[in-house]
Nanobody, 127 residues
């Protein structure tokens, strides 16, 4: 079992930046590919970004490409999501997730592929 705890969400204005963190409970974190997803009220959970256990390759949803950056520090059991140039459309609950079954070089984009999830951190972007 792997527990994940997100932090760093908040209320910001359009154009601002936020940095999210997700800390894992066990060192086995370093063997998992990791992903960030988000879910807005009334909408399905959607893929945001993913990173392999080696930190490369990474993968991004088209809607965040060029604005968001995913990274990880395996020594700290932590994955990050740096979000720049935030837009009101980025408002959602953000979740990190661990994919224990993916090949080392494959980042998956569907929620069903991820076995472990955090409780989420809310990001609200005011216009």
């Amino acid at each position: 079992q792997l527990q994940l705890v997100e932090s760093g969400g908040g209320l910001v204005r359009a154009g601002d930046s936020l940095s999210l963190s997700c800390v894992a409970s066990r060192d086995t974190f370093r063997t998992f590919n990791m992903g960030w997803f988000r879910q807005a009220p009334g909408r399905e959970r959607e893929f945001v970004a993913a990173i392999t256990w080696r930190s490369s390759p990474t993968n991004y949803a088209d809607s965040v490409k060029g604005r968001f950056t995913i990274s990880r520090d395996n020594a700290k059991n932590t994955v990050y999501l740096q979000m720049n140039s935030l837009e009101p459309e980025d408002t959602a609950m953000y979740y990190c997730a661990a994919d224990r079954s993916a090949p080392p070089t494959l980042t998956r984009t569907i929620p069903e592929a991820y076995a472990y999830w955090g409780q989420g951190t809310q990001v609200t972007v005011a216009s």
